[in-house]
């Protein structure tokens, strides 16, 4: 069986094939009937510990326009509440011959813990602070869709470095197919040892944005903050936050990311999360389409160029 668990696991030509796929099924997902039969009869459980607006609701658009059954539960309303573990309530869904289950934990590594115990295939919706590998996947489509292709861009990844498994995700992905990674952010935000992914690091944001083909803002994440105050997020804002004025630095052409959800005037201001330079909205658009190869992929589609 396949699982998707982060982007270390994925060769660049196993990228360049989910890549590939997503641009056939966002070609899919434009036609005026956006549903093929391709993966009926299977069956998609999406489960997920933490909450969810993008990432839940692509993979269950994406399961449904490949005619999958898909089911969505939350750890709120399971059996989790009253006591059941991960690894048993994993059990039950495989007894239920779930042939996927998509997953979103708290905890780095769930995913990793649960896949060589199930035979359903594993696809990690975003583990801790760990990875996101759909996340990056479907950055690198926007990407590669905006700039007819990814190698040797510079590509400048800021904000809460620390607590994101964008980032690291990201990171890795960008840098095995060819671009250069800057990642920006306050001290306190930047994880020792991320060098060691082969990312530059500063903590001044306009070196970051100076020369940027890409800046990618990642949101505070106030949840996993300790101490965090309103006169953090004032002072982050003035430090970190992307506005006009550090705009000028970029390339003309840049583009402007954002993996959502989006704190509107504190890491971006809210002209540039809705201006010419903004691919905010492309992003989730492309997270349909990468979904939908991912699901396609896992269950063993792609041999014989057959997605419709
Ligand atoms: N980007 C992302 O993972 O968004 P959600 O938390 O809404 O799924």
Request: no cysteine; aromatic share 4%.
């Amino acid at each position: 069986k396949k699982d998707i668990l982060d982007m270390e696991s994925l060769s660049v030509e196993e990228i360049s094939l989910i890549l590939d796929t997503a641009d056939r099924m966002k070609e899919i997902s434009q036609r005026p009937v956006k549903k093929v039969p391709t993966l009926r009869g299977q069956t998609i459980v999406l489960f997920f510990y933490e909450p969810s607006t993008r990432t839940r609701t692509s993979f269950d658009i994406a399961a449904k326009r490949l005619s999958a059954d898909s089911i969505s539960i939350s750890a709120s309303g399971s059996s989790i509440v009253k006591g059941e573990t991960l690894i048993d309530t994993a059990r039950n869904l495989e007894a239920m011959n779930a042939d996927i289950i998509v997953m979103r934990h708290s905890s780095s590594g769930a995913p990793h813990l649960l896949a060589p115990l199930v035979r359903s295939s594993i696809i990690n919706a975003g583990d801790g602070t760990h990875a996101h590998p759909s996340q990056a996947l479907l950055d690198m489509m926007t990407v590669r869709e905006k700039k007819g292709g990814l190698k040797g861009l510079r590509v400048a990844i800021i904000g809460d470095i620390a607590h994101s498994r964008v980032a690291r995700s990201n990171i890795t992905g960008f840098k095995k197919m060819g671009a250069d990674i800057i990642a920006a952010g306050p001290p306190t935000m930047m994880p020792k040892g991320i060098e060691s992914l082969g990312t530059e690091v500063t903590h001044n944001i306009d070196h970051a944005v100076d020369g940027a083909d890409v800046i990618m803002m990642l949101r505070i994440q106030k949840e996993r903050q300790k101490n965090y105050t309103l006169s953090t997020e004032r002072e982050y804002a003035r430090f970190y936050g992307l506005n006009k004025k550090r705009l000028e630095n970029a390339k003309k052409d840049v583009l402007i990311m954002h993996p959502g959800p989006i704190n509107r005037g504190i890491e971006i201001s809210h002209d540039l999360a809705d201006g010419s330079h903004s691919v905010i909205l492309d992003q989730v658009t492309n997270g349909v389409a990468v979904r939908m190869a991912l699901l396609y992929l896992v269950v063993g589609g792609g041999k014989n160029g057959d997605a419709d």
